[in-house]
DNA sequence: TTAAAAAATGTAAGCGCTTACATTTTACTG
DNA sequence: CAGTAAAATGTAAGCGCTTACATTTTTTAA
């Protein structure tokens, strides 16, 4: 066993830089320039070291060039959950237009649980995240002080707030549904209820709730009076809470659904009551995702730009990783999809 | 400015762990035992070992870490998409459960094509990921031996082959189909018709179209005439594919299709059309996703337990990453939904 | 009480890369 | 062609952690 040299053929284990920069007859700097800014080196020299790079099959370690960078390349995102499609489809054109800037993906879900967040975050923020997508901005000020002496950037999304100072992207949950309730108040609705989505941790639902009552009492509605049920995110909860609601006294002509999923759980409970949508009562939802339309009758909602969303978060966390700059939070745009199931109420 | 001093106070930068170590008055190395394995470390020390990480708000530096003991306790997965719910279900309760092992997801998407996938599964790799989670078998062979000089173990998921040598979870595609087929043909169907996903680089959807084959052989029927459709995942593409196909002479009176969301459009396209289902046609799906019993009618489908095989993915892989074993394939068994779209054909 | 074994801790050598700075080579100017 | 600027390349110092091995302390047994 001969030793003491600098090793000359590393066995048969991975290949480093140090290999191709023996193979190719240069220093590791050279190599290393080669492959993270290429027009510093001399085209001669570039092509040897690249055919060293494939002859050896060389690829960067990543350990070594986060230690060495201070930079992981990569973004993490704390979301609810991939089982809601608004999420998924929004972390789908995420995570594409990521790839396109050289950025990777660090998935971690919440399952909607504040103190799971919080230990999301912080397990990404260990794993090298270089930024952080967060979906809407309630959380513990702990966290954001958190993020903040690390220096991790952070964006939120789904939520729009040009006063707070995490930089956001989202749509004003409470203006989207003020904009719907006027419209179900302009068909002579009276008596309403809504079937929420959980809102103490969860400002996007408290949102929706609050732009109800916002426009109940434009219409002149006694807001304390309306029913009003928070309930968990899924097709049987909003079964249930529909029955609940449909058994205030006055009986509402219009049900508003914190989101899409709850007023298809409502839909189908409207039918096993023998209640006509919108005969009897109107129902509406949130979100707008494929189900929506397919619904019978088809589901009257707001719609929401989950992929440009998810696109544009991409741009702006790469900015703030990259520029170092807080940019401006971007308001995007929803609009009301009119459809079967709001009329106007019985007579 | 002073300096030539082991830095004693650093700035205000991050902590590192000999930072720690010098709070504490111990060596780096004690404190590294006291974050990775407690148990080495007497328990007075490791109190105050703590107490100065608590105390500096230290955490651990990830390139430094996976430097130094070559691994990430990451895992990274490439599905194609996570719009599709199928994924996105799986995915989540992959990602769920690697979690509770002390790993977090890596994720990338192909979009369904063959050159992205291979780029995507080189990244993950590059980026350190321990482990990969992958759809299907059918890539390049040039991927798997990639995968083997890096030993990094693969797992596919969403399929099962016990003979091939990457391990496997999944059901069997063709078998389900067959097991599905069948029922259909006890019916009495005899002119049959399949919607698939492009079969190319999709080893899915070539074995479900293999098992209605198979099937239809049994049931004597000339399968060469059968007419097959290849289309994209999409409602629409569904409901384009299911016009034509019953434009084929002999009509069919029974259509298979290679996933739910085709069979979703071909039940919008029956519809529209005028056709009733299952009185004109029956029509069948794959998957079970959400929207499957909430067609209407609704629809007959293969259930596939999308999250027990992620949750069992996880666990295999991360068995596959600590212990360095290469785990028997498993086998999960699908069922048949029967529900309204499938009646016998009209007389 | 003491030697040997076991437990706890420390020392220091990397892990593979990036990058500031130093040095060499090449290109240009008069 | 010398003299200088610009371009290309090399040198080497870390980045913050893990871990084999060495040393010290504690426990155990005789």
Redo the contacts between chains.
């Keep these: 066993m001969s030793r003491e040299s600098l090793p000359p053929t590393p066995a048969s284990s991975?290949p480093t830089l140090a290999d191709v920069a023996r193979m190719a007859n240069v220093s590791t700097a050279t190599v290393s320039r080669c492959l993270n800014s290429p027009d510093q080196v001399a085209e001669r020299t570039r092509t040897r070291v690249m055919a060293a790079v494939k002859g050896l099959?060389y690829?960067?370690?990543?350990?070594?060039?986060?230690?060495?960078s201070?930079q992981?390349?990569?973004i993490g995102a704390v979301i609810p959950?991939?089982?809601n499609?608004i999420f998924?489809?929004g972390?789908?054109a995420f995570?594409?237009e990521l790839?396109r800037h050289g950025y990777?993906?660090?998935?971690?879900?919440s399952?909607y649980q504040e103190a799971l967040e919080e230990e999301?975050i912080?397990?990404?923020?260990?794993?090298?995240a270089d930024g952080l997508l967060l979906i809407g901005f309630h959380r513990n000020a702990r966290v954001y002080e958190f993020l903040k002496?690390?220096s991790v950037p952070a964006l939120v999304a789904w939520a729009y707030d040009a006063e707070n100072n995490t930089p956001s992207i989202g749509f004003s949950n409470k203006h989207a549904m003020v904009d719907l309730a006027r419209i179900v108040f302009e068909k002579g609705h009276r008596h309403i209820g809504m079937i929420s989505a959980d809102t103490t941790a969860n400002d996007r639902a408290r949102d929706r709730l609050t732009g109800v009552k916002l426009a109940a009492g434009e219409a002149g509605l006694d807001v304390d009076r309306m029913p009003v049920i928070e309930t968990t995110y899924s097709?049987e909860c909003g079964v249930e809470a529909f029955r609940q609601i449909m058994a205030w006294t006055p009986r509402p002509t219009a049900v508003f659904c914190g989101n899409d999923v709850l007023a298809?759980g409502a839909l189908?409970a409207a039918k096993e009551m023998g209640l006509s949508v919108p005969g009897d009562v109107s129902i509406t939802g949130f979100d707008d995702i494929?189900?929506a339309s397919?619904?019978?009758p088809a589901l009257t909602t707001v719609h929401v730009p989950h992929r440009e969303m998810g696109r544009r978060a991409a741009g702006m966390l790469v900015d703030m990783v990259t520029k170092k700059i807080t940019p401006k939070s971007v308001e995007l745009q929803t609009d009301i999809r009119l459809r079967r199931t709001l009329g106007p109420p019985p007579t």
Excluded: D
């Excluded at 690829?59 to 060495?68: E, I, K, S």
């Excluded at 990777?104 to 879900?109: D, I, M, N, P």
């Excluded at 912080?122 to 090298?128: E, Y």
């Design positions: 991975v099959g690829a960067p370690n990543f350990g070594a060039r986060a230690l060495a201070k992981t390349n990569t959950t991939m089982e499609a998924a489809r972390i789908q995570q594409e790839g990777t993906l660090l998935v971690a879900s399952s999301q912080r397990t990404l923020t260990a794993r090298g002496t690390r097709i298809i189908r494929e189900l397919l619904a019978e």
